[in-house]
């Protein structure tokens, strides 16, 4: 079993910064690509970014293009969502998964974290 838990989320203005992490704990997380998605209330869980377990590969969601970058320490067994330049429509629940392979739907991720919320002020 491979146990997620995010942090870093909270309340920022428009065009403001927040860091997500995503620490990993049970399983060799480095065998592991991960990825964030986001759910906005009353919309469906989005793709936001990815990146594979060696952190050669990343892809992202065009909304997020150029302001979000995601990295990962696997000596730390955590993974990072550097947002930039947030806008009010990326409020959401932030959730990192897990999985295998890099993958950019949700129901690929067998692991996944709680959740933590990002709330941007216009």
């Known amino acids: 079993q491979l146990v997620l838990v995010e942090s870093g989320g909270g309340l920022v203005q428009a065009g403001g910064s927040l860091r997500l992490s995503c620490v990993a704990s049970?399983?060799?997380?480095?065998?592991?690509?991960t990825g964030w998605f986001r759910q906005a209330p009353g919309k469906e869980r989005e793709f936001v970014a990815a990146i594979s377990w060696s952190g050669d590969g990343r892809y992202y969601a065009d909304s997020v293009k150029g302001r979000f970058t995601i990295s990962r320490d696997n000596a730390k067994n955590t993974v990072y969502l550097q947002m930039n330049s947030l806008k009010p429509e990326d409020t959401a629940v932030y959730y990192c998964?897990?999985?295998?392979?890099?993958?950019?739907?949700?129901?690929?991720?067998?692991?996944w974290g709680q959740g933590t919320q990002v709330t941007v002020s216009s």
């Open positions: 049970g399983r060799t997380f480095s065998n592991y690509a």
């Open positions: 998964a897990a999985d295998r392979g890099l993958r950019v739907t949700a129901y690929a991720y067998t692991y």
